[in-house]
Each structure stands twice: as structure tokens, then as C-alpha cells.
């Protein structure tokens, strides 16, 4: 016999809660509740093509871009999942301008979720892989149904992130600080299965850089020269591969389990990149970190960013420290030389 068990989700997350003092239940059933969104967003994705659920719904977000009939169904789910437990004080979604209230009717909670309900929207029409990224905070203000001062905390404070990759599998990711685990949804039971338990970034092995190069005219001298030595490759940086889906989660996570850099950097144009800090950034280098590898803007620490915005831009380098730290020097390199 195999000495490995059958730990479902929902058992992981209790054992992880009494791993924190604090802990109330509250913090256990949101992560359940997010599970159970997961699960019917992963129906969904996978009987995309068969039900009337491709495409576009005809209008742009907050972001401009324009809104999948995907991602409506997304955010719709996990508001719905969320908006009635009692749990939370207020939400924080990519699809919505400003804060997202608990109805009057419901009470509120101590917490407030923050996500990016369908992450690669892009990629939905033609079958690769996409996800959904969430981060987890605790109410700081005194306002009961939530403030804006409850949103705009520093990734460092997060209780819990995660993210959903709805792949050839789907798999669950997720970490309290207590390392990440990973859990893949077994459909014929409806239950996420842990399957990779304590995941580690490897540091020299393989690995792959993941970028989109179309834009690298775009880039600062800095940047520019760094991947330049991404190409050559050294010995202490092992041989490199490129890999680019174009799902932040999907690049992610294959990141995460196979090492490398995945990096959205800023550019002339979007000094800032494309990739949002509170429900894109922070919660993945949550992750990152927690599973030994890094992840800066550049020049700092993603954790340690303090938001002014609910839907701030931020450059991203993140995955194996090695690789980080050496992009962090091209861009230290940069600021004292100027070119
Ligand atoms: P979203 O679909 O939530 O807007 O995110 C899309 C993001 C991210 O998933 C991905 O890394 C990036 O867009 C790809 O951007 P480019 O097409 O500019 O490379
Ligand atoms: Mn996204
Ligand atoms: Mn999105």
C-alpha cells in the first residue's frame, strides 16, 4: 500500500485553521465556500464550448477591457458563494469599479475577499487554460460592513491566497502562511483531493522564463538586458526554456512547479505593466514566497507595496529568488548608471 491519504479540501482547511490561534471558523468556511465557487466555475469552463457561454457580453470593465461572458459568470458565482455567509465585511472584484457591499439583509463579517474571478480571458475561446485568483484579509476598520481602508492593505497581511487553474485538471492552490498545498477536483466525487502537498519552487533545475517579447522594444534598458542573459544562460543559472500561455495563473503555476521567472514588466507606455496588486499580484507572491521563491516590481518587495488603489497596476517578477534577485540587479544596474 501506498502510505499516501486521502485528504479532501475541506478537512486540509480545518487542520490548517487550528494551526492559528486566532482562528474562529470563519477563515475556514470562506476558503470552503471559495472551493465550492471553484467547482461550479470548473463545470462551467469545461462545457464552455457546448453551452452559450463563449464570447463576449458586449460591454468593457473597469479595466477597459472587454468583458467575457466567462467572466461574468465568474464573479457572478462567487458573489453569490460569498455574498450571504456572514463571513466577510466586503469584496474586491476585477469585473467591479468600487467596493462590492454585503446586502443589508445578510450580516457582515471580519473579512474581506479580493479576486479576479476569471484570470486569462483572452485564452477562453480557445480552450487553453485559465483560472481564477483570490486573497484573503482581515477587516482593520471599524466601519462594520467594510472601508476602503480594509481593501488597500499590503499583501504582508493577507490571511490566505490562492488561485484556481481550470486546466487539463482543475487544481486548487492555496496557502495560510503555513506552506502551499495543492488539490486537484476529482468530478465524479465533487471533491478537490490534496495532490501536492508543501510545494516548493525548485531553484536550479530546467527551468523556463515566461515572458511576452512581443514587447520588448517597449522595455527599459535594464529589462532588456536581462533577458538578453536569459537567453545565453550560464552555468550557474542552468539552460532555459521559454514558455508563454498568456494565463497569468497558468504561467504561474507552471512556475511554481517547475521553477523559473514568469515577468509582466512595466513599459514606456504602462510604466506600471498590466497586472492588477490587490487580486493578481499580491495574493500569487503570497504563494511565492511561501513556497521559497520571490516576487518584486523590480526594485521591491510585491508584499510590501502599499495600495492606493482597489485596482493598481504593478510590474511583476516572480518564481525561483535566484532569478528574481538577478532581475532586481538589472534594475539597480539601470537606476545607477541610467542606461
Ligand atoms: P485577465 O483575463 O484577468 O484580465 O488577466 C489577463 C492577464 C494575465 O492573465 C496574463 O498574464 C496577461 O493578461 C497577458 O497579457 P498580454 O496579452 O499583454 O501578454
Ligand atoms: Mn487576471
Ligand atoms: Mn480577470
Not at 462594520?144 to 488561485?163: F, I, T, V
Amino acid at each position: 500500500m501506498t502510505d499516501t491519504h486521502i485528504v479532501t479540501i475541506d478537512r486540509h482547511i480545518i487542520d490548517e485553521e487550528r494551526k492559528h490561534a486566532d482562528a474562529s471558523g470563519a477563515f475556514s468556511n470562506v476558503l470552503t465556500d471559495i472551493a465550492l465557487a471553484a467547482k461550479v466555475i470548473s463545470r462551467q469552463v469545461n462545457m464552455a464550448g457546448l453551452v452559450d457561454i463563449l464570447g463576449r457580453v458586449g460591454h468593457r470593465n473597469v479595466q477597459g477591457e472587454p468583458v467575457q461572458k466567462l467572466d461574468v459568470f465568474a464573479q457572478d458565482v462567487i458573489y453569490r458563494a460569498m455574498d450571504h455567509t456572514g463571513h466577510l465585511c466586503c469584496m474586491v472584484s476585477e469585473e467591479v469599479e468600487d467596493i462590492i457591499p454585503i446586502p443589508e439583509k445578510f450580516p457582515a463579517g471580519d473579512y474581506v475577499l479580493l479576486f479576479d474571478p476569471l484570470d486569462g480571458s483572452s485564452n477562453i475561446d480557445v480552450n487553453v487554460s485559465i483560472g481564477t485568483i483570490f486573497s484573503l484579509q482581515r477587516k482593520v476598520s471599524a466601519a462594520e460592513r467594510g472601508s476602503l481602508e480594509d481593501c488597500l492593505q499590503p499583501g504582508a497581511r493577507q490571511l490566505a491566497a490562492g488561485y484556481v487553474v481550470y486546466g487539463s485538471s482543475t487544481m486548487l492552490v492555496y496557502t495560510t502562511g503555513q506552506g502551499v498545498h495543492g488539490f486537484t477536483l476529482d468530478p465524479s466525487i465533487g471533491e478537490f483531493i490534496l495532490s501536492h502537498e508543501n510545494i516548493r519552487i525548485p531553484e536550479a533545475s530546467t527551468r523556463y522564463y515566461s515572458v511576452n517579447e512581443a514587447y520588448y522594444s517597449r522595455w527599459e534598458p535594464g529589462m532588456q538586458r536581462f533577458l538578453d542573459e536569459l537567453k545565453v544562460g550560464d552555468e550557474t543559472r542552468g539552460s532555459m526554456s521559454s514558455r508563454y500561455i498568456g494565463s497569468l495563473v497558468a504561467d504561474f503555476h507552471r512556475t511554481l512547479l517547475r521553477g523559473g521567472i514568469f515577468m509582466y514588466p512595466g513599459d514606456e507606455a504602462t510604466p506600471d505593466g498590466k497586472l492588477r496588486l490587490l487580486y493578481e499580484s499580491s495574493p500569487l507572491a503570497f504563494i511565492a514566497e511561501q513556497a521559497g521563491g520571490a516576487a518584486t516590481d523590480g526594485r521591491r518587495r510585491i508584499l510590501d507595496i502599499e495600495p492606493d488603489g482597489l485596482h493598481q497596476r504593478t510590474p511583476l517578477f516572480i518564481g525561483s529568488s535566484d532569478l528574481v534577485a538577478r532581475a532586481q540587479h538589472h534594475h539597480e544596474v539601470l537606476e545607477e548608471t541610467g542606461s
